[in-house]
């Protein structure tokens, strides 16, 4: 494969989340003259229940097509299915689009479908995080996109020697940091203004929930939920709800969040665009649920962090994060230490965030511009 004098670049979107991590680093991809960003946006964008993340992208100016596939059902076998429905219509779309690297972030099914259809149509895939650890189905995703993928964008060093371990040629993994940390102070809105927005009472402090349903737990997904609500609810606080993402069991836990739409001191809202979550991690009291904003762009906030159950146990985190179990009781008594216990108090003060410094996006630029496509690269082979 020849080098073209400006590189065509494929990113596809599934989620809010993902988008938002990316956000910055597709304004810079769009913006340099030697590469040319396309986006295919599909999955949740596409769902208005929950928030019409779709528009974010639009207004954003990039180049994009929409890859017509959503959950048909809210279970495990939908799911499924619905990374085989990608797979088919990516491989129309990307052989329209005929980009020169397809670019592909975390561990979403999206991204499995999106790096399937690369490697198969012999197009680059640049994957970002790759070689974490978390748990559940998120983790043998993650490390089957990385063997599906030729170049590597990883947070932190520990990731650097996993994806080593896992076979990967150490020429063609990075150590950007997490572009999510990009620009991650830029646009963020006062106190008085968060709280005017988000109608929440002057002088109160409030937490921040945000929990996803856990594939190889659904049939507690409803309760879960419930446990984290009443023990917000029984330590009388302000809380943003954010709904979980549409995977398999959400809709049990948003039927649970919206009983509890008529107590005031619950604000419970389908989205949040990215500038405004990040805005209320610099002012909320605590964020607590299973975000992946929890391990990641939590610390560079000193914001505590009350990470439920077992979906980011695993993940390289900051001082910053209390881990406990999914029990009304437990959150309670861990909400309790992050607001009284002062050595706690004085390591957030101290906190690094290990997932980079902010630099990321022109790390990966510069890469996707300057390394050399040819069959070295993508003739993958185990390097043991």
Do not use: W
Request: proline residues 2%; aromatic residues 6%.
């Amino acid at each position: 494969m020849g080098e073209p004098a400006i590189r065509k670049v494929l990113y596809i979107t599934g989620s809010r989340a993902d988008f938002g991590l990316m956000k910055n680093t597709l304004i810079k991809i769009h913006s340099n003259t030697s590469l040319d960003l396309s986006i295919i946006a599909c999955g949740m964008h596409l769902m208005k229940e929950y928030g019409n993340t779709l528009d974010e992208i639009t207004q954003s100016d990039f180049n994009m097509d929409i890859a017509n596939v959503t959950f048909k059902k809210n279970d495990r076998s939908s799911m499924a299915s619905y990374i085989g429905e990608l797979i088919c219509s990516l491989v129309k779309k990307i052989e329209l689009i005929k980009p020169d690297i397809l670019l592909l972030l975390g561990d979403r099914g999206e991204m499995l479908a999106g790096a399937t259809v690369g490697a198969y149509l012999g197009i680059p895939v640049a994957h970002i995080h790759g070689g974490e650890k978390s748990s559940t189905i998120d983790e043998a995703v993650r490390h089957a996109i990385t063997k599906l993928s030729h170049l590597h964008f990883c947070s932190t060093e520990e990731s650097y020697n996993r994806l080593k371990k896992l076979g990967e040629k150490t020429e063609n993994i990075f150590i950007t940091g997490a572009p999510g940390l990009d620009g991650i102070k830029q646009n963020i809105l006062k106190s008085d203004e968060i709280y005017k927005i988000y109608a929440l009472k002057k002088n109160e402090p409030f937490v921040i929930l945000l929990q996803h349903p856990v594939s190889e737990e659904l049939g507690n997904a409803s309760n879960q939920i419930k446990e984290s609500l009443e023990a917000i609810k029984s330590m009388k606080i302000q809380c943003i709800v954010i709904y979980p993402n549409a995977d398999a069991g959400s809709k049990e836990m948003i039927d649970e969040i919206n009983k509890y739409s008529d107590d005031e001191n619950f604000k419970i809202h389908k989205n949040v665009e990215r500038a405004h979550f990040l805005s209320l991690l610099n002012t909320g009291k605590a964020l607590i649920g299973n975000s992946s904003a929890g391990v990641s762009e939590s610390s560079s906030f000193k914001i505590p962090v009350i990470n439920i159950g077992n979906r980011q146990k695993n993940r390289q985190s900051a001082k910053n994060v209390i881990h406990c179990d999914y029990n009304k009781k437990d959150i309670i008594k861990t909400m309790d230490f992050i607001s009284t216990n002062e050595q706690f108090k004085k390591t957030l003060k101290q906190l690094v965030n290990p997932h980079g410094d902010g630099s990321a996006s022109q790390k990966i630029i510069e890469v996707l511009i300057k390394k050399e496509i040819n069959e070295s690269l993508l003739q993958k082979q185990i390097t043991y």
